[in-house]
């Protein structure tokens, strides 16, 4: 394996694990005319990951604050989940509170309704 099926060019157009047909030609996987084929597979494959990473990132707060709106309304009780959990959302919950003080000073001083005072 790869066997490379070339266009009028010579440009590798496709590879195949087996030669299944005359015009397909065995070129070793680290030939140069095969890694280059291949790599703007892995550039892509390597920023859709970074995407879905980024996603991930942002899927955790969501999730996070849906767990506590569970909670809030009593349709979930924290011990409702396994003990490992309870520990991570506590520890979250702990963290997100420390810096929520930062969060409110640079964000400057509010009004009784939440809204920011000139």
């Known amino acids: 394996m790869p066997f490379v099926k070339r266009d009028a060019a010579g440009r590798i157009t496709s590879l195949h694990r087996e030669q299944d047909s005359e015009d397909l030609q065995y070129l070793p996987l680290d030939h140069p005319d095969v890694t280059g084929f291949l790599e703007p597979i892995g550039e892509r494959r390597s920023q859709r990951r970074g995407e879905l990473l980024k996603s991930d990132l942002e899927m955790i707060r969501v999730f996070e604050d849906l767990t506590d ?3 809030g309304k009593n349709l979930v009780v924290l011990t409702d989940f396994p003990p ?3 520990d991570k959302l506590m520890r979250r919950k702990r963290l997100r509170s420390s810096l929520s ?3 409110d000073a640079l964000s400057g001083p509010t009004d009784d309704e939440g809204g920011l005072l000139p």
Do not use: K
């Open 84 to 86: 490992a959990a309870q």
């Open 101 to 103: 003080p930062i969060a």
């Open 69 to 71: 709106i569970l909670i």
